[in-house]
């Protein structure tokens, strides 16, 4: 397959010095793989941290810059970042408030996480854990013990990096970030393949004509297999399917995703037949957010994230936010 790399194995750097030339708002140790806001640690604010394996741009270094993360941690592709690269983050960005690790629920992600945490308290650092696991395609996968973590881990990121960023002692920043987690549920679908650089072609096989109901961020197999679907079928699916767990008793924020091959054109038009779902089940929609955010490398689909929120959510979703990936009210 053509890919637009030199070798695999330099294909993570080669993203980072990318990234250090695009935004100069951020510090980009391409060494050690951790990717800052310029302007960090800041006196006094809790810091939020996150990371995990490469090949889910932009998600998580496109996603540091005031109001959001302090320092995201790119492991290798679909590889758990290791310790260190936590440790060093999270003694960047400390400002004397604490850290709040963002982890998605994959077992490298997890065991990682924990081990840096425990490392970074020994130097002196306060850190907070919040596990995000909201797929609820399965109860467990591949690489997860329980639900996977997914595209709630852009809520969870935006909403309280807002909460740190006004000032919210760590303890509220956590329990804000759960808050979140807990009002969050997604749905993927493939339709095609992801192929990793290393491996040059799919890694795992779809025939022709048929997609993946409840597939993972990283391939994982879903619920099940069927011929190929519309938009409004597929609408339909994902939507009741997110609806029948959340249960959602306040107004939701939707996030329709793109795994990385699919164009804006569908995605919009997708969106159109979610929105419709929605206004069937007498789910009130506030805020919409389309694209590629959470992405699996090239593979064509999809995936649909509701979070409920209250007043104090939303404000927090609507503050300001800089980064490269996400940016309004500044």
Known sequence: MNKLINVPESVVADALRGIAAAHPALTVDVENRVVLRRDAPVAGRAALVSGGGSGHE?????????????????????????PDQLVRAAAAVDGGAGVLFVVKNYTG????????????????????????DDDVAVTDSLYTAGRRGTGATLFVEKIAGAAAAEGAPLERVEAIARRVNAGARSFGVALSACSTPAKGGPTFELPPGELELGVGIHGEPGRERRAMMTAREIADYAVHVVLDDLRPTSPVLLLVNGMG?????????FNAEVHRVLAERGVPVVRTLVGNYVTSLDMAGCSVTLCQVDEELLRLWDAPVNTPALRWGC
């Open 109 to 132: 992600d997890v065991l990682n996480f924990d081990m840096a945490a425990e490392l970074a308290e020994d130097e002196g650092v306060s850190v907070a854990k919040v596990l995000v």
């Open 261 to 269: 091959a699919t164009p804006l054109l569908e995605l919009y038009g």
């Open 58 to 82: 932009p998600l998580h270094a496109g996603f540091v810059g005031p109001g959001m993360l302090s320092a995201a941690c790119p492991g290798e592709v679909f590889t758990s970042p290791v």
